[in-house]
Nanobody, 125 residues
Framework: QVQLRESGGGSVQAGESLRLSCAAS????????MGWFRQTPGKEREGVAT???????NYADSVKGRFTISKDNAKDTLYLQMNSLKPDDTAMYYC???????????????????WGQGTQVTVSS
């Protein structure tokens, strides 16, 4: 069992930055993939970024060059550094854990088993 808890959301102006954190507990080990997703009311949850056990990353086209996913294995913490934020980035952001490799999990929501409660990011113009 893996527990995830996000933090770091907030309200910012366009062009500013935020860093989200996701603290993981429950000893995730072995083959897994971690990722960030986001969702706005009335829309499907969409993948933002994933990172493998070995640190290989993948990003949605909409955030490439602006967002960076990383992890600190010693702290069991996942991060999402978000720069040059846009109003379209406004959403609830979720941390997720998959027992699959990222190449299998990709951004498919149903392939991620564990989810955090979400943290709200609001970007105003």
């Amino acid at each position: 069992q893996v527990q995830l808890r996000e933090s770091g959301g907030g309200s910012v102006q366009a062009g500013e930055s935020l860093r989200l954190s996701c603290a993981a507990s429950g000893n995730p080990s072995g083959r897994y993939c971690m990722g960030w997703f986001r969702q706005t009311p009335g829309k499907e949850r969409e993948g933002v970024a994933t990172i493998t056990v070995y640190g290989t990353t993948n990003y949605a086209d909409s955030v490439k060059g602006r967002f960076t996913i990383s992890k600190d294995n010693a702290k069991d913490t996942l991060y999402l550094q978000m720069n040059s934020l846009k109003p379209d980035d406004t959403a609830m952001y979720y941390c997720a854990h998959s027992i699959n490799y990222c190449i299998t999990a990709r951004f498919i929501v149903t392939r991620f088993t564990y989810w955090g409660q979400g943290t709200q990011v609001t970007v105003s113009s």
